[in-house]
């Protein structure tokens, strides 16, 4: 049995987390599927765009607890062995990646919420950071998620494990956006549509900017985003972006 599909369609990458019994855990199964589907979106040239879902009333529960003990009752804590590269690979992806949440996530499963540039959920989803209630913390989740939460809001959803609703979640950060259940593909598909107008490159390079930049000091932003601002209206993108604005007629990398 298949934990995690792929499917490509008009330039858009869905991947499908399908372990309704176990509310999508994290086990060591799935993540490696996960990977696995996520190399080959990476890798495709046809995908412009990944989605990530589930099936299912819940998104992803977190890691699989049942696989978080040993044998003899010590933790050995197999989720770590791969979690953190998928993140990265999520958060480094130069495709943008929109996570479309069919409904309630917890704990680790907000941590691949986080990692994706947009987050769409149904107002009907809830949300919650569970880790101190079981005597553990939100360790590995924390590097993407302290990235988007409002400072306030993480302090208080962290240390209380209290449960929040969609449109909190899009209030501090979490989520880009809560929709209705019967708007949430037209959102989606909004997003991708968008997103298949940018030139691969640039988009890429645009989302290192929104991260990179923020850190820099005013001079060195400047000095660093002249010099990128030249090189990309002389490269073959800009260049093929200024002359079908001249011509009238759509770039070669927003047909489908």
């Known amino acids: 049995m298949t934990l995690v599909h792929q499917d490509l369609a008009a330039g858009v990458a869905t991947i499908t987390l399908d372990s309704p019994p176990n509310r999508n855990a994290l086990s060591v199964r799935l993540l490696g599927e996960l990977r696995e589907r996520l190399d080959w979106a990476l890798a495709e040239p046809a995908a412009r765009v990944i989605v990530l879902t589930a099936t299912g009333k819940v998104f992803c529960s977190g890691a699989d607890i049942k696989e978080q003990r040993a044998a003899d009752g010590k933790p050995d804590a197999p989720v770590t062995a791969s979690f953190p ?11 943008p990646v929109i996570c479309r949440l069919n409904g309630t996530a917890r704990a680790g499963g907000l941590g691949l919420v986080a990692a994706c540039d947009f987050a769409v959920a149904p107002v009907t989803a809830s949300f919650a950071f569970t880790e ?8 590995m989740i924390s590097v993407p998620v302290l990235r988007r939460l409002d400072p306030r809001a993480a ?9 929040f609703d969609a449109a909190r979640a899009a209030e501090i950060g979490l989520i880009s956006k809560a929709v209705p259940e019967e ?16 030139a691969p490159e640039a988009l890429a390079i645009t989302k290192q900017l929104v991260r990179q930049v923020p850190a820099m000091s005013f001079p060195e ?12 209206f002389t490269s073959e993108e800009g260049q093929e972006g200024i002359t079908a604005y001249m011509e009238k007629r ?7």
């Open 155 to 163: 302090a208080e959803y962290f240390l209380t494990g209290e449960v």
């Open 221 to 232: 932003g400047l000095r660093q985003m002249t010099t990128l601002s030249a090189e990309r």
């Open 250 to 256: 759509p770039p070669t990398w927003a047909t489908r």
């Open 183 to 198: 708007e949430l593909d037209a959102a989606v598909a909004h997003y991708a549509d968008l997103l298949i107008k940018g």
């Open 132 to 139: 101190v209630r079981l005597g553990v913390v939100p360790a």
């Open 85 to 95: 590269e998928i993140l990265t690979l999520i958060w480094e992806s130069p495709k």
